[in-house]
């Protein structure tokens, strides 16, 4: 680990002008994700500025009828809150199949959201890595690629976004909101938060430099069955190989969202008006224009498969 300054920040505004002022500097609250990347030299930011103390803790009903969610608000509080349970479930469920028990208690909503892709290539610094390395190419394209995106994806980068949390808020339509180093604030839709590879995959995010995050707001609740389904190599703390959030109200429809296919949550929602003709007929149109390796062609069946269960489980109820 390189040497680096630190700084505890008194206020979002004055955490988001260290950060600017400082080129690399990086927020850290929990830190499950960055100080790993850390230790191996991917991340290497010459100033940490500490936001735990912001006050940015808090789940808070809103005059919408929805919930604003801290960027702090710790996985385990925000799965457990009885609001998110009765009225999110699926978002519930998601965080609860994300990591261990230990990493939900330090992880907070803001860097679950920014947690950065598992991709083998991008932890093994020997290899090409456009994401860690720009221009350097990418390893998994003809390496090894069983985990690795099916759509979106571009010659590039083939890496999936991590997150469970960042499927159901996707689902959900939220929408995050931050601070620039100004003091203006912005909201930012969760469609448009996370970014596509294309030629630029070291951009993941609409942020742009020092802006922090300081919350997110969900909408008005949708009511319907809420189910999060998570197809992984073991029961726990694994990464989605697919993963599928659905809300499906009583007629049948409702909408639908995946991870593990995409370098970021995939949702599109003109596919939700095929809800009604089962999972084959919903993935056909999620997964339109896929490009498989011959390791990872089992997502589009897998994909299948998983939204017909899913659809039969909500029409149990």
Same mark, same amino acid.
Not at 155 to 181: G, Y
Not at 275 to 287: F, I, N, R, T
């Given at each position: 680990?390189?040497v ?9 505004a ?7 002022r ?27 500025i500490d ?7 808090? =789940? *808070?009903?809103?005059? #919408?009828? $929805?919930?604003? @969610? ?7 509080? %925000? ?10 479930g699926v978002?519930?469920r ?10 939900r208690?330090?992880?907070t909503?803001?860097?679950n ?57 996707q ?16 909201t930012i ?13 070291? =951009? *993941?995010?609409?942020? #742009?430099? $020092?802006?922090l @995050?300081t ?6 609740p %949708?009511g ?22 659905a ?10 969202a ?6 970021k949550?995939?949702?599109?929602p ?6 009604p003709?089962?999972?084959k007929a919903?993935?056909e149109?999620l ?6 390796t011959?390791?990872?062609a ?13 659809l039969?489980e909500?029409?149990k109820?």
């Amino acid at each position: 680990m390189k040497v680096f300054t630190y700084q505890r920040a008194q206020s979002p505004a004055e955490a988001a002008a260290a950060a600017a002022r400082t080129p690399g500097a990086k927020f850290i609250a929990g830190g499950t994700n960055l100080l790993d990347l850390m230790k191996l030299e991917i991340e290497t930011p010459p100033h940490l500025i500490d936001v735990n103390g912001l006050g940015l803790d808090k =789940i *808070e009903a809103i005059s #919408q009828g $929805g919930l604003r @969610i801290g960027a702090l608000v710790r996985n385990t509080d %925000l799965a457990a809150d009885e609001r998110v349970r009765r009225d999110y479930g699926v978002l519930s469920r998601a965080l609860l199949a994300g990591a261990s028990a230990q990493l939900r208690n330090k992880a907070t909503t803001a860097g679950n959201l920014l947690q950065r892709t598992r991709c083998p290539y991008f932890y093994d610094t020997n290899q090409g890595c456009n994401k860690r390395q720009p221009g350097s190419g990418c390893s998994a394209i003809a390496g090894y690629s069983r985990n690795h995106a099916v759509v979106g994806v571009s010659d590039a980068c083939i890496a999936t976004h991590p997150s469970d949390m960042a499927v159901a808020m996707q689902l959900l339509d939220a929408n995050v909101e931050t601070v620039r180093p100004d003091g203006s604030v912005r909201t930012i839709p969760i469609a448009d938060f996370h970014k596509l590879p294309g030629s630029t995959p070291q =951009i *993941e995010h609409a942020l #742009q430099p $020092g802006e922090l @995050i300081t919350g997110v707001t969900l909408p008005k609740p %949708l009511g319907g069955t809420h189910i999060y389904r998570k197809v992984r190599d073991r029961s726990s703390y694994a990464f989605a190989l697919v993963s599928v959030a659905a809300v499906v109200q009583g007629d049948g429809s409702g909408r639908v969202a995946l991870g593990g296919v995409a370098h970021k949550p995939w949702r599109l929602p003109a596919a939700d008006a095929s809800l009604p003709q089962g999972g084959k007929a919903v993935a056909e149109q999620l997964l339109a224009g896929a490009k498989t390796t011959h390791e990872n062609a089992y997502k589009i069946p897998l994909v299948q498969r998983t939204l017909s269960s899913v659809l039969a489980e909500a029409k149990k109820g």
